[in-house]
């Protein structure tokens, strides 16, 4: 099992920018971001396997961009143009089982412990 820690969340105004990280102890070929807002499920919303195929879920697209460091086991997630709709914990995840699409990454074996996004209207 991967180890995953997040880092970089916090609390921004309406339109503001975040940029998260994600820390892992070890390879998965696919990586990628999950949110849970208050009340509701996991969305997966960004994904990246080994060769650099992204998938965006479509509240995210043209906004958010993922990104991986495959040889020091790092994952980025960039957020610009932010909305309170886009508050909530975000975790890092990671599999080496399924296919790797934003859609998927609920079914990720791996999580990491979550960091929390605010935004304020």
């Known amino acids: 099992q991967v180890q995953l820690v997040e880092s970089g969340g916090g609390s921004v105004q309406t339109g503001g920018s975040l940029k998260l990280s994600c820390t892992a102890s070890?390879?998965?070929?696919?990586m990628g971001w999950l949110r849970q807002a208050p009340g509701k499920e996991g969305e997966g919303i960004a994904s990246?396997?080994?060769?650099?195929?992204?998938s965006y879920a479509d509240a995210v697209k043209g906004r958010f961009t993922i990104s991986r460091d495959v040889a020091n086991n790092n994952l980025y997630l960039e957020m610009n143009s932010l909305k309170p709709e886009d508050s909530g914990l975000y975790y890092c995840?990671?599999?080496?089982?399924?296919?790797?699409?934003?859609?998927?990454?609920?079914?990720?074996?791996?999580r990491g412990p979550g960091t929390r996004v605010d935004v304020s209207s």
């Open positions: 995840v990671a599999t080496d089982v399924g296919a790797c699409f934003a859609s998927t990454m609920r079914y990720s074996t791996d």
């Open positions: 070890g390879y998965n070929y696919c």
């Open positions: 990246i396997d080994n060769v650099g195929f992204i």
